[in-house]
């Protein structure tokens, strides 16, 4: 079975500067997917960014990107410019790449906390 | 575009009820999964509908039932409720086919199981 692993329960970074949060994952497949998403206090899970392991270019969204490392099964996100609406928690998550007549499920980290300190 | 709804949003129940949570897709999503976040943890999948079926189910116990409609939405059913079955409840959908399967979050239902 896949786990996810997040090592960092909390994390505060000073608006404006860059924090780098990280992820381990374990899996004995070669093909899936990673995604960060982002809780806010509101609940709502928001999909942050998503890496395709077959992909050797890190994926990058505006301000956030990541650093997958694939053979060392490491999978970490870099907020640069931090800004007060940052503040969240931030969940890791694995998917498999194979289908079973739907989405696979995802398997998600216990969270790193985000404070953003004016 | 609407998004991923459920209901109710809070809920409260006693030891030994029952309760159903609802689902509304994101539009043109045709797959739902269930997830159960427990405070302070990650969430944790409970199982998945897709065509009406149950595709996937995660380690939970048979008192966790669900139910897909030809709309697509979804429901969950909970039955002789625990006490630790307390818990944010989270519906997220999804498109087959669609290269990573992107789920899409519901706000959660908040159970609290008194």
């Known amino acids: 079975a896949q786990t996810v692993t997040q090592s960092q329960p909390e994390m505060s970074v000073q608006e404006a500067e860059t924090v780098t949060l990280s992820c381990t994952y374990d899996t004995s497949e070669s093909d899936y997917y990673l995604f960060w998403y982002k809780q806010p206090p509101s609940r709502q899970m928001i999909l942050v960014i998503r890496?395709?392991?077959?992909?050797?270019q890190n994926a990058t969204e505006n301000r956030f990107s990541v650093n997958f490392q694939k053979a060392a099964k490491s999978f970490s996100l870099k907020i640069s410019d931090s800004q007060l609406g940052d503040a969240a928690m931030y969940f890791c998550?694995?998917?498999?790449?194979?289908?079973?007549?739907?989405?696979?499920?995802?398997?998600f980290g216990k969270g790193t906390k985000l404070t953003v300190n004016p | 575009d609407a998004g991923v709804t459920q209901s109710p949003t809070h809920l409260i129940k006693t030891r030994g009820q029952q309760v159903t949570l609802r689902c509304s897709p994101k539009?043109?999503?045709?797959?739902v999964s269930w997830y159960q976040q427990a405070l302070g943890q990650g969430p944790q999948f409970i199982f998945q509908y897709y065509e009406e079926e149950e595709r996937q189910r995660g380690n939970f116990p048979d008192r966790f039932s669900g139910h897909q409609f030809p709309n697509y939405s979804s429901e969950l059913n909970v039955n002789a409720l625990l006490l630790g079955d307390s818990a944010l409840y989270l519906c997220?959908?999804?498109?087959?086919?669609?290269?990573?399967?992107?789920?899409?979050f519901g706000p959660g239902t908040r159970l609290t199981v008194t």
């Open positions: 997220a959908s999804s498109l087959v086919g669609t290269a990573a399967g992107e789920q899409y």
């Open positions: 539009s043109g999503h045709d797959t």
């Open positions: 998550a694995y998917r498999s790449a194979r289908t079973q007549g739907g989405s696979e499920k995802l398997v």
């Open positions: 890496q395709e392991a077959y992909k050797q």
